[in-house]
T-cell receptor, first 112, second 108 residues
C-alpha cells in the first residue's frame, strides 16, 4: 500500500513564526504536491515537485516555499505565518503526471 | 488557465434516494478523476475516466465522461449513510485541477 505521511495532524503557530510542514512518501513516486483545503474552495495547489530539487509553482504559491532534497520528502515552508494561512494542508504524491494521487492525512494549521 | 467547476456545493439526500453531482471544465481534458473524502479524512481515489463518452460503474456509483471531454458526472443510486462525505472531481489537462467538491449529507 502507498503510504504518505505528514509530520503533524494539528499545529498551532503564532503570526510571524516560520513553519515547516513535512511530507514523506514510501512508494518512490516522482511527483509530490502540496495543497491547501478551505471550505467552499476545494483543493488548491500551492507547489509541486516532479524531481529532487525541482519545484513548480501551483495556483497559490504566495507566502509559501518548498524544499525537496530527497525523493521521498517534500517540505512546505511558511516563512512568516499569517492568520490567512490557517487551513488544512494536504500532501500528495504520484508516479506519473496523470496518475492517481495518493494523499497524506493532512495537517490542520492554525495561525493565531 | 484550466478551471474545473463542480455543482452542487452541498447535497442533502434522503436515505434511499438518488442524486447526481456535475463537473465542468473550461478546457478539454485528457482524463478526469474522482475522489471521495470522508469527514475528518483525506481524499481517496475512486476512479479515472479517459475516453470520450466513457461510463464506469462501482456498485451504486455511476461515473460518466462527456463526449467533448469537458464534463463529467457522478450518479449515486439508493444513497446510504456510508456515502456521506465530499466528492471531488479532478480534471487532467497538463496538471490536475480539483473542483470545489460536493459535500453530501444523508438523512436517515
Amino acid at each position: 500500500d502507498v503510504k504518505v505521511t505528514q509530520s503533524s495532524r494539528y499545529l498551532v503557530k503564532r503570526t510571524g513564526e516560520k513553519v515547516f510542514l513535512e511530507c514523506v512518501q514510501d512508494m518512490d513516486h516522482e511527483n509530490m504536491f502540496w495543497y491547501r483545503q478551505d471550505p467552499g474552495l476545494g483543493l488548491r495547489l500551492i507547489y509541486f515537485s516532479y524531481d529532487v530539487k525541482m519545484k513548480e509553482k501551483g495556483d497559490i504559491p504566495e507566502g509559501y516555499s518548498v524544499s525537496r532534497e530527497k525523493k521521498e520528502r517534500f517540505s512546505l515552508i511558511l516563512e512568516s505565518a499569517s492568520t490567512n494561512q490557517t487551513s488544512m494542508y494536504l500532501c500528495a504524491s504520484n508516479k506519473g503526471p496523470t496518475d492517481t494521487q495518493y494523499f497524506g492525512p493532512g495537517t490542520r494549521l492554525t495561525v493565531l | 488557465g484550466q478551471q474545473v467547476m463542480q455543482i452542487p456545493q452541498y447535497q442533502h439526500v434522503q436515505e434511499g434516494e438518488d442524486f447526481t453531482t456535475y463537473c465542468n471544465s473550461s478546457t478539454t481534458l485528457s482524463n478526469i478523476q474522482w475522489y471521495k473524502q470522508r469527514p475528518g479524512g483525506h481524499p481517496v481515489f475512486l476512479i479515472q475516466l479517459v475516453k470520450s463518452g466513457e461510463v464506469k460503474k462501482q456498485k451504486r456509483l455511476t461515473f460518466q465522461f462527456g463526449e467533448a471531454k469537458k464534463n463529467s458526472s457522478l450518479h449515486i443510486t439508493a444513497t446510504q449513510t456510508t456515502d456521506v462525505g465530499t466528492y471531488f472531481c479532478a480534471g487532467n489537462d497538463y496538471k490536475l485541477s480539483f473542483g470545489a467538491g460536493t459535500t453530501v449529507t444523508v438523512r436517515a
